[in-house]
């Protein structure tokens, strides 16, 4: 479920424009010139909650976030960089749910032909995610003429700090984090090439979550788990696209391209707090680790992106992706319907320093 904003936000900020013959996915500023961005994103997830044929509830989730990036070429082709993605507001809501009941003849819970419940509370959190930290380089790229590369191939890597929150906990004053906070590692290549004003590229992402202990406590106060162990989900993320260049002006340095891109994405089976993303479990359940099992995911995206002059660039993107269906917990046989969609965008502005 916490395929969260972050992971959008940093895209965005890396808003702009790329040099000439490399996409914006593959840009490296140029020895010992930097860059810093801001992007703005947000995400709404929706649809039905299903048991055998039953639909038994609707799930929202909804996240907007800022994210801050800084990136700093140390040499030629090789830059340095950090994102800090904060979210503003996180809030995962049911709008119609069924009551958890005992099933003793499946001796499991079973919220099938059961009764309405009201006036349940959404479920909101934010805050900083860790800082990611990495390095990125081009072994060989379209920017370095004198070689006559036919094409730009980027490497990187990242490493994620834990943050202090996470959604899946209440802190101290009752309120909870945002993300899944235990950090983690992030391996990416991609390619990039040129053709007329077309720039088509393929990029390939692994972002590896680290597991976490928490203390799970009802809003109550009572304890429901002492240091359950909790393990988020690794995703793998594959891109295909292709920038089209509609102006370029290498004399004010201003150019605007239309960026289509299409998208595969895998996450694995990760352990959650039971009750956490379901609107009703059995009470002896709650709290306890579930596993959710993996799932897949496809869609589509359209940015704008404009580089005013030499200095500054923004852009503008919107996305929607169609999620698989998949069980939400090992312990009830409820899944997510057929049904479910992702809406994201956002906008991002980037300062160049040349």
Do not use: C
Request: proline residues 4%; negative net charge.
């Amino acid at each position: 479920m916490l395929r969260s904003l972050p992971a959008l936000a940093l895209a965005l900020a890396a808003a702009g424009a790329a040099p000439a013959g490399a996409a914006e996915i593959t840009e490296i500023p140029p020895f010992l010139r930097g860059d810093l961005a801001i992007g703005y994103g947000f995400q709404h997830l929706g649809g039905s909650l299903v048991e055998g044929e039953e639909e038994v509830g609707q799930r929202t989730w909804d996240e907007h976030g800022l994210t801050y990036q800084g990136v700093f070429s140390a040499g030629p082709g090789v830059a340095l960089f950090f994102e800090l993605p904060q979210v503003l507001s996180s809030r995962l809501a049911f709008p119609a749910a069924q009551e958890m009941v005992y099933d003793p003849s499946s001796e499991s819970g079973t919220m099938a032909g059961t009764e309405a419940i009201e006036g349940l509370e959404a479920v909101k959190g934010s805050g900083a995610e860790g800082l990611w930290i990495g390095i990125k380089g081009t072994p060989f790229s379209q920017a370095f003429e004198k070689r006559g590369n036919r094409a730009t191939w980027l490497l990187e890597g990242a490493l994620q700090t834990r943050s202090r929150g996470n959604f899946y906990e209440l802190d101290e004053e009752g309120a909870r984090g945002a993300g899944v906070g235990g950090g983690g590692l992030r391996l990416g290549t991609a390619f990039s090439t040129r053709h007329g004003i077309s720039e088509p590229y393929l990029a390939f992402r692994y972002t590896r979550t680290r597991d976490l202990t928490v203390s799970l406590y009802s809003t109550d106060g009572t304890l429901l788990a002492a240091d359950a162990i909790l393990e988020p989900a690794d995703q793998v993320e594959v891109e295909a696209g292709t920038e089209l260049v509609v102006h370029d002006n290498a004399e004010s340095h201003s150019r605007f391209a239309f960026d289509l891109r299409g998208s595969f994405g895998y996450a694995t089976w990760q352990t959650v707090p039971s009750g956490l993303f379901l609107p009703s479990v059995l009470e002896i359940n709650r709290g306890v680790p579930a596993t959710e099992s993996e799932y897949t995911w496809i869609g589509g995206s359209l940015a704008l992106r404009h580089q005013v002059f030499a200095y500054m660039a923004w852009n503008l993107t919107f996305g929607l992706d169609y999620q698989a269906p998949h069980r939400v917990e090992h312990l009830y046989a409820v899944r997510t319907g057929s049904d479910t969609l992702e809406l994201y965008g956002g906008a991002g502005i980037k300062v160049m320093i040349r």
